[in-house]
Every structure is written in structure tokens, then in C-alpha cells.
């Protein structure tokens, strides 16, 4: 389902994306108990609330919305800005959710419960999504900032050449942890950032 709002943007969503969205929260609910998928969708809202505020401060309209299986995305029409506004709308997503965990850390909130995987999925979110393959902001920011140095099908060509090594070297870190034990759900998202690099 596709619909305009007020000012323009576009928001899309339907069945397959709602069922998507709820199915991963049931996944993260399984994960870590009913508290943790608010705690991540607290980070979700932080994350994109930085974006939307940081958007509208330097001009950037928001162009679309998008539900889906991880979680919500938001998009901005940057014709109308320079790269370096671009860039500051990019980073201020992954800054906030490092921001918010790292003022968070010490305090009562940590005590209470959901307290400690909001800090820990803060600062999970902001720290991966600064990653340089494509589909997160980290990929958005290397793009944006290749590109003020070089034709835009030769900054495709870079931006896609270093998100494949990035989602490669994260795979292969992700299998090494599989292995020591670590979670299952690092490997997938591993898996999903090399099908979002190709």
C-alpha cells in the first residue's frame, strides 16, 4: 500500500511489510524476553527521529517511508542540499543511537528492566549502521561523499567495490563468533549485508 501524506512523501507498507515488521519483533521478542523488542524499537525511534529532525533543520524534505521486516525507513530528497547536509542528515541517525547509549550507560536506567538492551541496542544500531555497505547509512555517507569527488557512475562503481569487502570482513567476523558461541542472529544480519552488497 502506497499513500502520499500532507507534504508529499510517500509511505509504503502493505501486508508483507507489517507481517514482516511484526514477525521480527516476535524474533527479537524470542530472543531476549517481551521487554527487548521495545527496548529495540526504542532505538528504532531514536535513530530515525535524529534523521527526521536533522532533515528538516538543513532543508532536506522527506521524500518516503518505508515498513518493513527492519523496522522503519525513512528517505530524504536531497537535490536541494549540498553533500556535506546530506552527510550530516547520514550520521546523525548512527550518532544519536551512540549518543543515547553511551549517556545511558551509568545511569538507573541501565537497573531497570529493558534498561540495559536499549543501551546495548543503541549503541549495536548506531555502531552497525555506520558500516560502509550498502542499504545502511554508513554505505549512504561513503556514497555521498565519493561522489563530491567523482562522476556518478564511477562512485557507484567504488561505493560498490568497498561495501562488498566491508560485507565480506563482516560475514567472515560474524562465522568467526558463530563459532566461539556468539549469537545466530550476527550471522544473519552478516548474511543480509552481503545481499544487500550484491
Known amino acids: 500500500m502506497k499513500r502520499k501524506t500532507k507534504r508529499g512523501a510517500e509511505v509504503t507498507s502493505g501486508p508483507a511489510g507489517f507481517l514482516s515488521f511484526f514477525l521480527s519483533f516476535a524474533l527479537?521478542?524470542?530472543?531476549?524476553?517481551?521487554?527487548?523488542?521495545?527496548?529495540?524499537?526504542?532505538?528504532?525511534?531514536?535513530?530515525?527521529?535524529?534523521?527526521?529532525?536533522?532533515?528538516?533543520a538543513l532543508g532536506a524534505p522527506l521524500s518516503s517511508v518505508r515498513i518493513g521486516a527492519w523496522g522503519v525507513r525513512t528517505a530524504f530528497d536531497y537535490s536541494s542540499v549540498s553533500a556535506g547536509r546530506e552527510i550530516a542528515v547520514l550520521v546523525s541517525g548512527p550518532a544519536a543511537n551512540i549518543a543515547a547509549a553511551l549517556a545511558l550507560i551509568k545511569t538507573p536506567l541501565t537497573d531497570v528492566?529493558?534498561?540495559?538492551?536499549?543501551?546495548?541496542?543503541?549503541?549495536?544500531?548506531?555502531?552497525?549502521?555506520?558500516?560502509?555497505?550498502r542499504g545502511l547509512d554508513g554505505g549512504a555517507i561513503l556514497s555521498a561523499a565519493v561522489g563530491r569527488f567523482v562522476l556518478p557512475d564511477r562512485a557507484w562503481r567504488i561505493c560498490r567495490v568497498i561495501s562488498r569487502v566491508f560485507a565480506v570482513l563482516f560475514w567472515a567476523a560474524a562465522a568467526v563468533a558463530q563459532t566461539a558461541g556468539f549469537s545466530w542472529s550476527l550471522l544473519l544480519l552478516s548474511l543480509y549485508f552481503l545481499v544487500r552488497a550484491w
Open 113 to 133: 528492566p529493558g534498561g540495559v538492551y536499549f543501551v546495548l541496542s543503541s549503541f549495536a544500531l548506531g555502531a552497525v549502521n555506520l558500516l560502509p555497505v
Open 28 to 56: 527479537v521478542a524470542s530472543l531476549g524476553g517481551p521487554v527487548y523488542p521495545l527496548a529495540v524499537g526504542a532505538a528504532l525511534l531514536v535513530h530515525e527521529a535524529a534523521h527526521l529532525l536533522t532533515a528538516a
